[in-house]
């Protein structure tokens, strides 16, 4: 079976450029994260969803963020107008109802020039 | 807001050596205590899980103790070999929310 599934893996782009990041979790998983990885800040949660529905979007950094769950099969994570301070590699994970363990996809390398 | 810490920061030792990893956590009202490990370039892998009521658990090589009082968790990996190296991070499970350590990068020499 396919695990979470990220794309793109890389991304670069330049400052006040639009970025899309895009996650399919697991078939028949309910839960659905968001996580940024830096150095300075280790790995935070930016947002999570439960059937489709955002539940706590608190760590999301500032309105240029914005993150969407049309159906049980897509998210996808926004950055518009993108800065240097953006980059960082993003982390999609997915995890069952009643379950504790996540399930995390291989992430994506955002650079912004 | 639980704040994780994870000592040390990188650990160098030869194989056959057994790894001692500590994360300590300000919140004792924490649901479960993840460990999980993180090779470079990739996403994490779950390793084992220590329900708040539970003192450990083991997975073949691997064994994590969980001290609510204390606030410490203790990952052991037994007999180390080069394919143990990659970051270790632990993980607070509070209110369905993974508060992160910042990892343990672990370097197993043949």
């Known amino acids: 079976d396919a695990g979470v599934i990220q794309s793109p893996r890389h991304e670069v782009t330049e400052m006040g450029q639009e970025v899309t990041l895009r996650c399919k979790p697991i078939?028949?998983?309910?839960?659905l994260f968001w996580y940024r990885q830096t150095m300075m800040r280790g790995l935070e949660l930016l947002i999570y969803?439960?059937?489709?529905?955002?539940?706590?979007d608190s760590g999301m950094p500032e309105d240029r963020f914005s993150a969407k769950m049309p159906n049980a099969s897509f998210s996808t994570l926004k950055i518009q107008p993108s800065e240097p301070r953006d980059s960082a590699v993003y982390f999609c994970a997915s995890k069952p109802q009643g379950a504790d363990t996540q399930y995390f996809g291989p992430g994506t390398r955002l650079t912004v020039l | 807001k639980q704040e994780v810490t994870q000592i040390p920061a990188a650990l160098s030792v030869p194989e056959g050596e057994n790894l001692v990893l500590n994360c300590s956590f300000t919140d004792s009202a924490i649901y479960n205590l993840q460990w999980f490990r993180q090779d470079p370039g990739k996403g994490l892998t779950s390793l084992l899980l220590?329900?708040?009521?539970?003192r450990e658990q083991t997975s073949g090589r691997l064994n994590a103790s969980l001290d609510k009082s204390s606030g410490r968790s203790t990952l052991y990996i037994a007999a180390s070999q080069p394919g143990d190296s990659a970051t270790y991070l632990c993980?607070?499970?509070?209110?369905?929310?993974?508060?992160f350590g910042a990892g343990t990068q672990v370097v197993v020499t043949p």
């Open positions: 969803f439960n059937n489709n529905v955002p539940i706590d």
């Open positions: 993980a607070g499970d509070s209110w369905g929310k993974l508060q």
């Open positions: 220590i329900q708040s009521s539970q």
């Open positions: 078939s028949g998983h309910d839960y």
